[in-house]
């Protein structure tokens, strides 16, 4: 057999090689993807429904003609920061997931307990209280979530007493630069190359932050709005270059609105009853009064009679409206106080100090069906409706939203995947409206009459005297109802939350 000259036998393995080499530089360079959905939460703290009025947002515009939007989202009572965003991820109203406000007085313990940082025990009791970050890894070992800033992110939840994969903090005081590179690390976590995510949550502090310095009002919450507006543009940029803009469903959102209150509309606790009596939580407009022992009768006829001559509300946690879910856990007040519509209480001292010669600034807890409380809803992506504009949502049937999205089952929650449906461009197949289920409802009738007539027909035979016959037409039916919506609104027993 003839020997290859080595010159030859280089040449001919040469392509070879180079072939080689470059499949496996491919292969070590190829971006990692999840082989689950991808879904992206944003949220802009403090971002009402009508910011949208005070500067220019191309950015939000074409995402708009490019999605589904919901003007007025309907947030949680109160309408604070954390229960607002804890609401969002677990689908559950304040009184089920624990996260009652700002802060709250652990009587037990006689400690005021900021629950931002030292929440985990409250944020948590209730064990259906789960983020949907966390749901989406206990779902399967190949999800991994990554979360920046989220209110609750550095909590354990669970059984499992799961942390998220990828997780970021930062302080709210960041510049525009270092917003965008938190953008852009958030982003990059959909592509890492040993564990990438399929679900990423994002939160800015602003503009809530400005808004409450300088008033919903001011020149430096517009500037906020359209530095947003920039950010936004940014990251559909930043996904389109990493060719995940047509994969990823994207959901913009905000937990609340912000209210402009001046100066002289400030209430003065002092004035109504001695502070050495009771205990504050929460913050304005919306307060938490937990009396001390023994001062109990003396606190509550105190802020009562107040209440009719001053401008607040007075309400025993018992009878407190029902269309704000705030009745049922243990760690609730006997009482609270709601400041007028504009108005707001003196315990917070930058309302009465900070930036001295601001006539306004911005405050938000008031009721949830006030429209200066409601922010809005924006999303994006293979799921949703191009062009759509919905009328209304609540901040509890984003949790089922996602859980469709990610192709998870939801734990029990206070929402409904069917307020989300019509955002949607091929709703579930298990899911049925109203009009279809009474739709089947009426032709299963209507077979059953004519059923029956056959039978009748069947039976009316003429008579002789020698043979008379004796027919039982009563038949017992069942109705069977539906079970069609798998995410109906389930509220949580409230034995979860019992102490």
Known sequence: MPRLKPRILIS??????VLFLVFNVQGHFERERSRFPLVLLVSFDGFGHDYFEKAKTPNFDLLKKEGAFIPRLTPVFVTKTFPNHQSIVTGLF???HGVLGSSLYDQANESLVDLFSDGEFYATKN???IPVWTLNEDADEGRKSGVVAWPGYNFHYGSNHRLPTHSMSFASNLTYRQWVKSMDTAISWFEHHTTPANLVVFYLAEPDTTGHLYGPESEQVKEKISQIDDLVGHMVSKLKELELLSEVNLIILSDHGMLSVPRKNIIHLRDIADPRDYHIANSSPSLFIYPNPGKEAKVLEAFKKASMQMNFTFYETWSAPDHWHFKENPYLPPFFIIADKGYAFDE???LVNYNDGQEFHGVHGYDNLMP????????????????????????VDIYPLLCHLLQLTPNPNNGSLIHALPLLIQPPSHIFSLIEIIAAYMLACFAVMIAACF???AMWQPRTKSSVETYNLWSRNGEKESNAD?????LVNEDDVSP
């Open 12 to 17: 001919f393995l040469s392509p070879i090689l």
């Open 455 to 457: 039978v009748l027909g």
């Open 372 to 395: 200066e409380m409601q922010p809005f809803f924006l999303a994006r992506g293979p799921a949703f409706k191009k062009g759509y504009v919905g009328s209304s949502l609540e901040s």
């Open 486 to 490: 798998e995410s109906v609104k389930l």
């Open 127 to 129: 064990s259906k209280a």
């Open 348 to 350: 917070v001292p930058w």
């Open 94 to 96: 304040a009184e089920s």
